[in-house]
């Protein structure tokens, strides 16, 4: 479903009476919907429009009801003053199951118990400082849990919240205006955008206070440009995972100081930098981001092995541990920078994706025998190559029927082998040689 106020009703709804809600973005294709359905196994499905063909052939035996109806029950039911159903749910028992790309082709589905979820939602609070009189200006799905943490902190600080993810791009300054939206969680794409809007419009601006950033740093010019056109306003660095949810925030009142830093880790929890041998690494040097604290969730859904790589046991202490595999380092202060991640894991126009996972899609093309992606760079965008007589443009059509918009390469070559190393791996080096020419 998208991003409503009834689907936020669903949520709470799940929660009071004990059931587990997972919520996915109606733009997920039938490609990923159908993995997703057959990991989460669901016992009841509701969706915005439940007979459409997709749905059904993902979840044959999965009852489905149209959202609609639902509502009407749901309302129904309140007229009549029908009481909701209560269930004793326990710090630990699931709240939510979050849906993210990881390091595989297979959907990998985050688990998030009350406690987890709710510590998390109060540290983050504690550095943010939502407040009674903001207004919340949400342009992401609660699929995200980017979207879904902002209808929780909006709950902490009494905030209003607009979801605002169906609004066009053209009258995205003036409901901002209209609103009154002082709190804006944005991406660099939609920072950038907001900023241009701004640097057209004669309007005055939005009363603005606070911008808070994921999913990719930001620009210096477009931080520069929001400064410009919003005047007082706070651009907020943060970095996370949805393993744990956030890791650091830059405090808003601290956001000119240390301007290459992600921030400092959240209230009540630890980050270490460890080197290969699994030690923590001195000040300043660069190892793995591993996160330590109550925010740190117990896995991945129906993926024990998986889990055990990502969220292992402190050798000393027995708590858990979220190995991020991105890596940086902290200043003697304690603040974290940021250096890099894995390199099949990337993010791009704001979201967290997987060159495996692209490589799949591309696979169940009828007609390609083999694929290799490559994530963007500074060179060039992303990139697929496939083995296959399709043409250029039929292979980015088709990809476009199983990815979402962001998902989908800019770029496509077909050739007649992609390249290996010696272990049957895809060569991302021959890859990038045959980009670029240079292997002519």
């Not at 004793?88 to 979050?98: E, H, N, R, S």
Request: hydrophobic share 40%; aromatic share 6%.
């Amino acid at each position: 479903m998208s991003s409503t106020r009834e689907l936020v009703a669903m949520f709470y709804g799940a929660s009071r009476c004990g059931a587990v809600f997972v919520p996915l973005n109606p733009a997920m294709k039938s490609f990923h919907l159908a993995s997703v359905l057959k990991n989460a196994d669901p016992v009841v499905v509701v969706a915005a429009e439940a007979n459409t063909g997709p749905l059904r052939e993902a979840a044959p035996s999965v009852p489905v009801y149209d959202a609609a109806e639902v509502w009407t029950e749901v309302e129904a039911l309140d007229a009549r003053g029908v009481p909701p159903v209560e269930a004793g749910v326990g710090p630990d028992d699931l709240a939510v199951l979050i849906y993210t790309s990881g390091s595989t082709s297979a959907p990998k589905a985050v688990m998030g118990p009350h406690a987890q979820v709710t510590f998390a939602s109060h540290a983050i609070n504690a550095e943010l400082r939502y407040r009674p009189d903001d207004v919340v200006f949400c342009r992401f799905p609660l699929s995200w849990d980017y979207g879904l943490y902002k209808v929780l902190l909006s709950c902490i600080g009494r905030s209003e919240i607009v979801l605002a993810g169906e609004e066009s791009d053209l009258v995205l300054l003036r409901r901002m205006r209209e609103v009154g939206a002082t709190v804006v969680p944005i991406v660099p794409s939609l920072a950038g955008m907001i900023a241009t809007l701004a640097g057209r419009d004669a309007e005055p601006a939005p009363p603005v206070r606070m911008f808070t950033n994921t999913g990719a740093a930001l620009p210096a010019s477009t931080i520069d440009a929001l400064h410009k056109h919003f005047a007082g306003a706070r651009v907020v660095r943060q970095f996370g995972q949805t393993e744990c949810k956030r890791i650091s925030i830059m405090p808003p009142e601290m956001e000119l100081e240390k301007p290459e830093s992600v921030g400092r880790p959240l209230p009540g929890t630890r980050v270490l930098i460890l080197g290969e041998d699994g030690e923590e690494l001195p000040v300043g040097e660069v190892g793995e981001i591993v996160a330590v604290g109550p925010h740190v969730m117990p896995g991945y859904w129906c993926a024990p092995e998986l889990s055990a790589r990502t969220f292992r046991r402190d050798p000393r202490t027995g708590g858990l541990r979220l190995h991020t595999g991105d890596y940086g380092s902290l200043d003697a202060d304690g603040y974290l920078y940021f250096e890099g991640r894995r390199d099949d894991m990337f993010k791009r126009k704001g979201i967290r994706m997987s060159t495996l996972e692209i490589e799949a899609a591309a696979m169940d093309i009828p007609g390609v025998r083999s694929a290799a992606v490559l994530p963007p760079t500074g060179g060039h965008d992303l990139a697929v190559f496939v083995e296959g007589e399709l043409e250029q443009h039929a292979v980015l059509r088709e990809l476009r029927l199983r990815l979402e918009p962001q998902k989908v390469p800019a770029i496509c070559r077909v050739i007649d082998d992609v390249p290996l190393t010696l272990h049957g791996k895809n060569s991302r080096e021959a890859l990038v040689k045959m980009l670029d020419g240079s292997d002519r």
